[in-house]
């Protein structure tokens, strides 16, 4: 029974595949995207090959299938697009524009060309949004002893990105390294 189902499955396929394959085609935008269209269509008809109807029906039957899995396609690209517009004003913050970028890869430049400890201390502060006393505990200093070494840290960084030709007042939210926070 199932070398059956098979059989009937390849006669369908082989008569009816560039047809659909052309039909989806020319209402898709990537090949990509016409690539999934024909596989879901081909892969209905596998699972209903039961349903599929003799002769020359069963490619009109395959037409409907593909032009159900192309609104279905066509549903989630418009879902995809709204959720990607979404996304893109919440976290278009966090990425700089075109003019920001050049600055950014000399302030990551200089970032890493800084000592160690400078670059730990800064990185604490900055990335990880650790208060003096945390990054003191952190590295098994007094918080007065962290205090003058991200003083000490943040001038020679900034010394370094001046040379560099970045101006440390005007630099993008993401780059600059913020002041001492205190906490409550």
């Known amino acids: 029974m199932e070398d059956e189902r098979v059989k009937r499955f390849e006669e369908v396929y082989h008569r009816a595949y ?21 596989a879901e269509t081909f892969a209905v008809a596998w699972r209903r090959i039961d349903d599929v109807p003799p002769g020359e029906e069963a490619t ?47 302030i990551t430049s200089v970032f890493r060309s800084l000592q160690e400890e400078d670059r ?25 002893a962290v205090r003058i070494r991200l003083h000490r840290a943040r001038k020679r960084l900034a010394r370094a990105l001046r040379r560099s030709g970045v101006s440390t007042h005007h630099t993008a939210p993401a780059t600059r390294i913020p002041a001492e926070r205190t906490t409550p």
Do not use: K, M
Not at 61 to 77: I, Q
Not at 120 to 144: C, F, H, K, M, Y
């Open 120 to 144: 730990e201390l800064l990185s604490l502060l900055a990335w990880e949004g650790l208060d003096t006393a945390q990054i003191a505990s952190v590295l098994g200093r007094s918080p007065n």
């Open 18 to 38: 560039e047809q659909i394959l052309g039909y989806v085609i020319r209402r898709c935008e990537s090949p990509e995207d016409a690539s999934d269209v024909v």
């Open 60 to 106: 009109l039957w395959l037409y409907g299938v593909a032009r159900r899995a192309l609104a279905n396609h066509y549903r989630g690209e418009r879902r995809r697009r709204h959720h990607r517009q979404a996304l893109a004003g919440t976290i278009a913050p966090f990425f700089p524009g075109p003019e920001e970028s050049l600055d950014l890869l000399t």
